[in-house]
């Protein structure tokens, strides 16, 4: 779970990332131009700056050595020193693992013997600065102060390349540590190897969030090995290779006809043999740099916006690259990798991925990725359903071959059904069916209570009043597969169950609120603003005001539940407009963002502005909605109000600039909020293209006036991803101020 350390930072410097842009250049071969991976690596964004391909094995990138909350992805931009460069990490999570296989260039022979208690006794630790830093999509760049040697980084998808460029005569060197005791995991058994003159390989166990990750490389230098020093367990060892819980590597080489090293580096979850099928060919650094970059252009240029203002183009782009580098790419080349159980199985025509943060990306991240990737979302599917063999449930947060039970519900559901119901091919239908029902009819994490009583009593599990309601739509997804696959029992249970949210909603306070098991008294004391981190509390990082809004498969019934749409409008408002102070001694850090008591810093609030659409009320939604984008997101490294996770804020910003928003993320629909571009252009998987357009824009007007779609008048709030799919222009006439009439059919 969530287990937060937080770190007292007197000063946090955040720099502007300033972006050049041609204007004369074709917009769709330059997006990349407008990408700053550097937003969301101050702050709680949590984000990694380094080099990656879109969905790529590999995320080579550098580790500052920090182990506290806001160096989940191994870098914060507020630091200034840096360990290493090590292959994989997290994109945004709210928890720290991964950064294995760890490089360093130095200029010098170092002790690796020495036992470091903290990254201040790292032999081969460098400063840098900012101003000696680059990243842009597929590369990154910077300078160590220390060493004086220039570092560069790019990748392709299951190969890492590195480029180290020293001084002349200067001793050219590198670490190569599988330890790496400065980090958020435990190694607990490594090897490394000489191969040849050029060849170096190895692997790493460790423990920590993923529990048994395994993980194998091999590594071929540009130039012969002169000198090598090997460590096992702070012990200098002879021969060509070291087994231990911490092994270590110098390396050194010949400086005399060059002072450029190249490095070429793969990983895989199965075998070092199998690392060495990922390895690609003879490559030169620069040709792949630029194939990275054309991969990134292709990607980013699914969607195109038009707006005189550059920095919103910096936020929308930056999104969009954010929302396409998880989940990764998990399987070998020959379609091999480890599952959950240490078997070793292959992937037939699919591609395996990990990294799943589902419990955040279900609600936009996963539906973007059916416009921009749904042979991906296939992938996805048969993903999950090769995890179900292992203990015959779907999976809740996986990472490398681990399941983590990382947060609450089963949001595999959602996914799979959303990808069904959008006519997603390329994976059983009735297999995936099973694997949800089956989830949904097993006993572990809470689900025995809600079968016995309908909802999850508050004194038998902690976080009941979340758990209770995720469940609920969890089970809902389930009956719309089971009626889309003539499943009419099914359908009926499910679609009964799914009104879980009835038990706990407390007419007199307007909340969520935990129940006994006796089904007649509510946890008392009640204070909607109090929080406790994932103990001794009914809600999962966050309080009642955050929580008590996640019923959005029957926001109508929801709305009922209020007493109709006056009450339930004037509750919605205040949330939003309630003092934003949270109570408790033990406050989630991930209650982020706030609005009032709006969070947009996590997931569970992502959804709510869109509810007032449902509520004869849209223009507030298009109101919150447009305050949420100008407040929540920047061009700066603090540019993210809460974790990224693994694309989900990115994936908000994405739809919700461009005036959408898959509130229900399985209903195939999307909420109308306010577009913030003049222009936005989906080019179609289908070879059509969708645009949405919205005359008058500005940041005072925000306001939907009319509508229009293909010429005809829409007044409607929601669109559907078959009417997308169709192609045409969805045009909006904007004001500054609100149309109370429109949308109201």
């Known amino acids: 779970m969530r287990k937060i350390t937080l770190l007292s930072l007197t000063v946090i410097f955040i720099a502007s990332c300033k972006i050049k842009v041609d204007k004369n250049k074709d917009h769709k071969s330059f997006a990349t131009n407008y990408v700053d991976p550097f937003i969301g690596t101050g702050g709680h964004g949590h984000t990694y700056p380094g080099a990656t391909v879109p969905f790529g094995m590999l995320q080579v990138s550098p580790d500052n050595g920090i182990s506290s909350w806001d160096w989940c992805s191994g870098y914060h931009y507020s630091d200034s020193i840096v360990s290493g460069f090590s292959h994989l990490h997290l994109s945004g999570t709210g928890i720290g693992d991964l950064a294995d296989i760890l490089f360093m260039p130095t200029n010098k022979k170092l002790d690796l013997t020495a036992k470091a208690a903290s990254r201040d006794f790292l032999p081969y630790k460098s400063k840098y600065n900012h101003v000696n830093e680059k990243a842009v999509p597929g590369y990154y760049q910077v300078f160590l102060e220390d060493p004086k040697i220039n570092v560069e980084l790019t990748s392709t998808q299951r190969t890492a390349y590195h480029k180290y460029t020293y001084n002349n005569n200067d001793t050219q060197s ?85 002072t450029e090293l190249g490095i070429k580096v793969a990983l895989s979850s199965v075998s070092i043999e199998n690392a060495k099928g990922n390895l690609d060919k003879d490559q030169e650094f620069e040709k792949v740099k630029a194939a990275a970059s054309s991969d990134w252009n292709k990607a980013l240029s699914k969607i195109t916006v038009e707006t005189p203002v550059d920095s919103l183009k910096t936020i929308f782009y930056t999104a969009l690259y954010h929302a396409q580098v998880a989940p990764v790419t998990y399987s070998d080349k020959n379609g091999q990798f480890r599952r959950e159980d240490d078997k070793i199985i292959t992937a037939k025509d699919y591609t395996a991925y990990s990294t799943l943060s589902l419990w955040d990306t279900f609600r936009a991240e996963n539906p973007l990725l059916t416009i921009l990737e749904p042979t991906k979302v296939s992938d996805l599917v048969n993903s999950m359903l090769a995890y179900y063999e292992t203990k015959k449930i779907l999976p809740v947060w996986t990472l490398y071959a681990n399941e983590t039970n990382t947060m609450t519900g089963y949001h595999s559901i959602p996914v799979i059904v959303d990808a069904y119901m959008k006519g997603i091919k390329g994976f059983d239908a009735e297999k995936a069916f099973e694997a949800m029902k089956a989830t949904m009819m097993q ?28 469940y609920a739509y969890d089970d809902w997804c389930v009956a719309q597969m089971a009626k889309a696959l003539g499943k009419q029992a099914d359908y009926e249970f499910f679609s009964k169950r799914s009104k879980a949210y009835e038990y706990l909603f407390d007419a007199k306070s307007g909340f969520m609120r935990g129940k006994s098991e006796d089904g007649k008294s509510w946890n008392e004391p009640f204070d909607p603003k109090h929080s406790n981190h994932r103990e001794h509390t009914d809600y999962t990082e966050g309080n009642a005001w955050q929580h008590s809004w996640f019923v959005p498969h029957n926001v109508d019934d929801f709305v009922k539940l209020h007493g109709g749409n006056d009450t339930f409008t004037k509750r919605l408002e205040q949330l939003f407009t309630e003092s934003s102070e949270i109570t408790g001694n033990n406050v989630s850090a991930d209650i982020s963002g706030l609005i009032g008591q709006y969070a947009h810093g996590n997931e569970p609030s992502h959804h709510i502005a869109y509810m007032f659409n449902h509520a004869g009320q849209p223009w507030r939604t298009q109101y919150w909605v447009r305050h949420i984008l100008d407040t929540q997101y920047n061009t700066t490294a603090n540019g993210l109000s809460g974790n990224e996770d693994c694309g989900q804020m990115s994936a908000w910003y994405v739809f919700s600039s461009m005036g959408l928003y898959p509130m229900n993320p399985a209903s195939g ?77």
């Open 443 to 470: 006993d572990e994490r809470g689900l025995n209570f809600y079968k016995k009583y309908g909802y999850i009593p508050y004194n038998l599990l902690d976080e009941s009043v979340t758990i209770t309601l995720e």
């Open 174 to 258: 590198v670490i190569v540590d599988l330890g790496f005791a400065i980090n958020w995991d435990k190694a607990i058994k490594t090897s490394i190897k000489i191969e040849d003159a050029n060849t170096i390989s190895g692997y790493r166990y460790s423990t920590g969030w993923a529990k048994n990750q395994k993980v194998f490389f091999v590594a071929k230098f540009s130039k012969p090995i002169t000198e090598s020093i090997i460590t096992a367990d702070k012990k200098v060892v002879s021969g060509q290779n070291a087994e231990g819980e911490n092994t270590a590597l110098q390396l050194f080489f010949d400086s005399k006809n060059s």
């Open 669 to 745: 629909e999307y909420e109308i909020g306010s577009p913030i571009f003049e222009k936005s252009t989906l080019n179609l998987p289908n070879g059509k293209t969708f645009v949405i357009e919205a005359e008058n824009v500005s940041d005072k007007k925000f306001y939907i006036q009319s509508a229009t779609l293909n010429g005809k008048a829409f007044n409607k709030t929601a669109i559907s991803h078959q009417e997308m799919l169709k192609g045409g222009v969805l045009h909006f006439v904007m004001g500054a101020q609100p149309n109370k009439n429109w949308g109201l059919n």
